[in-house]
């Protein structure tokens, strides 16, 4: 057994005009469930692209499974498996056919295939379908059996590049459930990437939260809600509030990380939420801003991604579904 699943060294990737991964340094150790979070153009496939030898780093380098990604490539490959953001099944075999493909790929011998087949099949929750074509798979289908090719090999380290992205949230928490068991049943280490704060929060032992190629946070989720403070306090003003100053009247009463989410909206950390409501409405009446409504809440993932960027995640997510339900739509279509 190796000491680290992943190791990265100021790995940073450069293209023509963006930095899209810049000086990233992770370990990640064998057998965690590791979340890369962000919001869109963030870095989060390339910097996954790096790490299974698609791609080589611009500077800096990365050890998988103790194998150097650049110098020992074929190495790493052989100990990865990967589900790309992108479909790549071929919709016109069975679910079964393409499992027998990958299988075939890797040099899996006949009888082990056959076994490891039914294997993933039932982990996956796909056999009684396993012999339909994959163009007639609802869109969770798809992703539960890429999800099983990309393990049928039982690599050391999955990556799932977005899992469930453009999925219904009940068949998201389902997939939830089959990484959750491949983590506890095979002791498979994952790294996925999500824009998704739910579903890094549910699922991942730690996580790193990149934006713009950078690790701004890196923790167990608990330990990045409890950084930003006992409680939230969100306020919806009237839209012809003056936002910008409410804020730095915030920041000068003591209130230092208060950051505007939406053009009539504030966020506020603090500690001891109830009591501080009323002093944060005074200073708002203060300014002459009329308040909508004010809520309490814990601190969630976006909270702390708004505490370390100054901005929120969510203000991608909705635009991104809908695109890449969009791309699924017609990529289907093409076949
Ligand atoms: N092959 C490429 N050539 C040029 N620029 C690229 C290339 N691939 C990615 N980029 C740029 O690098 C940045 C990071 O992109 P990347 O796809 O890694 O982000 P991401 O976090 O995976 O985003 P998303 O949530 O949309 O999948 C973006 O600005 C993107 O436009
Ligand atoms: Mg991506």
Request: with cysteine.
């Amino acid at each position: 057994m190796v000491l680290y699943a992943i190791q990265t060294n100021a790995i940073s990737k450069n293209f023509d005009r963006v930095t899209a991964v810049k000086n990233v340094t992770i370990s990640i150790k064998p057998g965690e469930l590791f979340g890369l979070l962000g919001p869109n153009g963030a870095g989060k496939t390339t910097l996954i692209n790096m790490l299974s030898t698609l791609m080589p780093p611009s500077s800096g380098g990365a050890r998988v499974w103790d194998f150097d990604v650049v110098k020992d490539a074929s190495f790493v490959r052989q100990s990865i498996g990967v589900v790309f953001q992108d479909s790549t099944l071929d919709y016109r075999l069975s679910g079964r056919e393409n499992l027998d493909l990958q299988g075939r790929l890797y040099g899996l011998d006949s009888r082990f295939r056959k076994k490891r087949i039914e294997e993933v099949l039932t982990l996956v929750e796909l056999t009684d379908r396993a012999d339909s074509v994959v163009r007639t798979y609802s869109g969770g289908m798809l992703r539960r059996l890429e999800i099983a090719r990309g393990f049928i090999h039982k690599p050391h380290v999955l990556f799932l590049d977005e899992p469930t992205l453009g999925l219904d949230p009940q068949t998201r928490t389902h997939i939830w459930e089959y990484i959750k068991t491949l983590t506890e049943e095979e002791g498979v280490t994952i790294v996925l990437t999500t824009h998704y704060m739910e579903e890094a929060d549910h699922l991942c032992s730690r996580i790193a939260i990149i934006d713009h190629g950078e690790i701004v946070a890196l923790d167990a989720p608990d330990a990045l809600k409890n950084e930003v403070g006992g409680e939230v306090i969100t306020l919806e003003l009237e839209d012809s509030a003056d936002i910008a100053g409410l804020c730095s009247v915030y920041k000068k009463n003591g209130y230092a990380k208060t950051v505007s989410l939406k053009k009539n909206e504030l966020s506020i950390p603090v500690n001891d939420g109830e009591r501080q409501i009323p002093h944060v409405l005074r200073l708002a009446s203060s300014t002459g801003a009329s308040i909508g409504s004010v809520s309490l809440h814990k601190p969630t993932l976006n909270d702390v991604f708004l505490h370390h960027t100054g901005r929120a995640i969510r203000d991608t997510e909705a635009s991104e579904t809908e695109h890449v339900r969009s791309r699924v739509q017609s990529k289907m279509r093409q076949q």
